[in-house]
C-alpha cells in the first residue's frame, strides 16, 4: 500500500524561477494495484516517482509505504523497499560485471554484503534458468558483461533483478520508451507476467497510452500535478485510447497550444 | 653485463611501482575515481616505516602500521568527496598537500632519511644471498608482489568486492540495493592508499633511504602502468586486472629506464614520464581502441 498525503513539492524555492508542481497532492495506492501513469510532459509523472523513491526531497506532505512513513528516508534506505526501473537500460544494471555477478547482487539485496563468496557456482545454474524464462536467449550469456547486451535485454534483465527478492513497490519509470516496438511489447507482456505472479504494488509510467490502456488496472491521467483522471477496475477497463486522447486535446486546448 | 644490470634495476623498481599500480588500480579502474592522493599515501608509507623500523620496531610490523596509516588517508579524501561534496579530484589534492607537511612532520622536519636498522631487503634472510643478494630482493618483492594481488583478487569476488565493482560501474545500482554507495567509495579509497604506502614503505627499504620527494609524480607512474596493462589485456578476460597492472609498471619502469640508460640527465626524469604516460594515453586513445578509424570517418563524412 502507497499513500501520499497532501505532497507539495516547489522546484527553485525562494528564487525568481520558483514553480509549484504539486500544491497538494494525494494518492492511495491498495496492495497489488498495478496503475498506469499518463501525462504530458512536466505533467509531474516522474517527478512523483522521484518524490516516493527519495530521489528528491518534498517541501511539505508524508509518504507512507505500508504504514511506514517514509518522508525523510534517504534514496538507499527506501530502495531496500522499492524497486525501480529506468527509462535508461543502464541504470540499474553494472555494466562492467557479468549477468550472473549483477544477479549474485540483485539475489542478496538487504542481505549483507560481507566477504563471504560474491557468486557461488550453484547460484549460477539457478540463475540460468530463471534468466531462460525472460526468451531472449540471455541463459547462454551468463559470463558476457551486461554493457554489451542489447536495450532490450538489459531492461528485461533490470526487471528480473529488480524483482529477484521480494519488494513492496515496483516504480517504472517509462520502462519501455528507448527500445523498439517489438522489443516494448515483450518487455510489457514480462511485466505484466512478473506483477501478477508476485502481486506486487506498481506504478508504471508510460507515453504509450496503449500500455496503459490494456495494461494495469487502474488509469491515473496526471496535468500540471493534478490527477485529471483516475479510473480504476471495470470503470478502468472501459477507457479506450481515444478517451485519453480526447483528454490530451482539451489539456492542451487550454494551454493554448 | 650493464645491461644485465639494468634490467635487474628494472625488475626490482618495477615491482615496487607495481604495488602502486595494483593501489591504483582499485581507486581508478574499479571505482573510477581519479585519485591523487597516491603522491602523499606512497612517501607516508615510508615515513612511518623508517621512523618505526629506526626507533627499533620490525618491519613486518612497522609495514602493517604503515599500511592502516596509508587507509586513513584514502579514507580522508572519500569522506571529503562523499560527506562533503568536494570533487574527486580536489578532495585528492587536498589530503595530498596535507601530507606534505604531515610527511615532513613525520621525518623530524628531514628530507632524506637513512635506514640505521635492518629492513626487508637488509635481514638474515636477504644477507645469506651473499653478494647475490639482489637475487633475493626480487624474490622477496615477487612474493610480496603475489601475495597482495591473490588478497585483491581474493577480496574483489567477495559480495563487498562486488559492491565495489557495481559501484564504480555504476553508483545508482548500489543505491538500488539499499546500500550507501559512498561507503563503499570511502572502504576503496581506503584499501588503495594503504597499498600505496605499502608500496611506498617498501620502495623506501629497497633504496634503503627515505626520500621525502619519493611521491612526486608517483600517480602518473601508477595511472600510466594501469593503462598500459589493461590496454595489453583488454582482449584477454582470463587475465586478472592485478596481474595485468603488474605487467603494465614492469613496461613503464623498463621504459624509462632505458631512456634513463641512453644517457639522459636525471633532472629530465619527470619530464619524460610525463611525455611517455601522455604517448600512451594517446595511444590508447587512437590506435589500441581503434578510435582512429571511427574518427577518420566521420572526417571523411564531413
Known amino acids: 500500500m502507497l499513500k501520499l498525503e497532501n505532497l507539495v513539492k516547489i522546484f527553485n524555492k525562494d ?7 504539486f500544491e497538494d497532492f494525494n494518492l492511495f495506492v491498495p496492495k497489488g494495484q498495478f496503475v498506469s501513469v499518463v501525462g504530458s510532459n512536466g505533467s509531474g509523472k516522474t517527478t512523483m516517482l522521484n518524490l516516493i523513491s527519495g530521489t528528491m526531497g518534498i517541501e511539505g506532505g508524508r ?21 525501480r526501473v529506468y527509462q535508461n537500460p543502464s541504470m540499474s544494471t553494472a555494466s562492467q560485471m557479468t549477468i550472473s555477478e549483477n544477479m549474485a547482487i540483485a539475489v542478496n539485496k538487504n542481505k549483507p554484503f560481507n566477504l563471504s563468496q560474491g557468486l557461488k557456482k550453484s547460484q549460477i545454474a539457478e540463475f540460468r534458468d530463471l534468466v531462460s524464462t525472460l526468451d531472449l536467449g540471455l541463459e547462454n550469456k551468463m559470463d558476457t558483461l551486461v554493457g554489451s547486451l542489447s536495450g532490450g535485454q538489459r531492461q528485461a534483465l533490470t526487471l528480473l533483478m529488480a524483482t529477484m527478492t521480494p519488494i513492496d513497490l515496483l516504480l517504472l519509470d517509462e520502462h519501455t520508451a528507448a527500445l523498439d516496438p517489438r522489443t516494448s511489447e515483450k518487455i510489457m507482456e514480462l511485466t505484466k507476467s512478473i506483477v501478477e505472479r508476485t502481486k506486487i504494488t506498481t506504478l508504471m509510467v508510460t507515453h504509450n497510452l496503449r500500455f496503459a490502456v490494456d495494461y494495469g488496472n487502474r488509469i491515473l491521467m496526471m496535468d500540471k500535478g493534478k490527477a485529471v483522471l483516475d479510473k480504476a477496475g471495470s470503470d478502468k477497463n472501459a477507457v479506450k485510447v481515444q478517451d485519453l486522447l480526447e483528454i490530451f486535446n482539451t489539456i492542451s486546448i487550454e494551454c493554448g497550444n | 653485463m650493464f645491461i644485465y644490470n639494468t634490467l635487474l634495476t628494472i625488475i626490482q623498481q618495477g615491482l615496487c611501482y607495481g604495488l602502486v599500480a595494483m593501489g591504483v588500480y582499485i581507486s581508478y579502474k574499479i571505482l573510477d575515481f581519479p585519485d591523487l592522493t597516491v603522491d602523499g599515501s606512497f612517501p607516508l608509507g615510508a615515513v612511518v616505516a623508517i621512523t618505526l623500523i629506526n626507533g627499533g620496531v620490525h618491519f613486518s610490523v612497522a609495514m602493517i602500521i604503515a599500511i592502516g596509516a596509508g587507509m586513513i588517508c584514502g579514507a580522508v579524501t572519500g569522506i571529503l568527496h562523499v560527506k562533503f561534496g568536494i570533487s574527486n579530484l580536489l578532495s585528492g589534492i587536498l589530503t595530498m598537500t596535507a601530507l606534505i607537511s604531515v610527511n615532513l612532520v613525520l621525518s623530524g622536519m628531514k628530507v632524506y632519511l637513512p635506514y640505521t636498522e635492518g629492513n ?7 644477507n645469506s644471498f651473499g653478494a647475490y643478494d639482489v637475487y633475493g630482493n626480487i624474490l622477496v618483492l615477487v ?23 557495481a559501484v564504480g560501474s555504476n553508483e545508482k545500482m548500489c543505491v538500488s540495493m539499499g546500500r550507501d554507495s559512498g561507503n563503499y567509495k570511502i572502504l576503496g579509497l581506503a584499501m588503495a592508499n594503504g597499498m600505496v604506502a605499502m608500496a611506498g614503505a617498501v620502495y623506501s627499504q629497497w633504496t634503503n633511504v627515505y626520500d621525502n620527494n619519493s611521491g612526486v609524480g608517483m600517480v602518473v607512474i601508477a595511472l600510466a602502468s594501469v593503462i598500459i596493462g589493461t590496454a595489453i589485456f583488454k582482449n584477454l578476460r582470463f587475465v586478472k586486472g592485478t596481474t595485468a597492472v603488474l605487467v603494465g609498471a614492469l613496461i613503464y619502469t623498463g621504459a624509462l629506464n632505458i631512456i634513463i640508460a641512453f644517457g639522459v640527465p636525471s633532472g629530465y626524469l619527470k619530464l619524460i614520464m610525463a611525455v611517455l604516460f601522455a604517448v600512451i594515453l594517446i595511444l590508447n586513445n587512437s590506435v589500441l581502441s581503434g578510435g582512429k578509424k571511427i574518427k577518420n570517418r566521420e572526417k571523411h563524412h564531413a
Not at chain 1, 504504514?67 to 538507499?76: A, C, P, S, W, Y
Open chain 1, 63 to 83: 509518504i507512507l509505504l505500508d504504514d511506514t512513513d517514509i518522508t525523510v528516508q534517504k534514496e538507499f534506505v527506501r530502495a531496500r523497499r522499492i524497486g
Open chain 1, 15 to 21: 528564487t525568481v524561477d520558483e514553480s509549484v508542481l
Open chain 2, 120 to 126: 626487508l631487503f637488509n635481514n638474515d634472510f636477504i
Open chain 2, 143 to 165: 612474493i610480496i608482489c603475489i601475495v597482495f594481488k591473490i588478497i585483491i583478487d581474493l577480496f574483489l569476488k567477495t559480495k563487498t568486492g562486488f559492491m565495489l565493482r
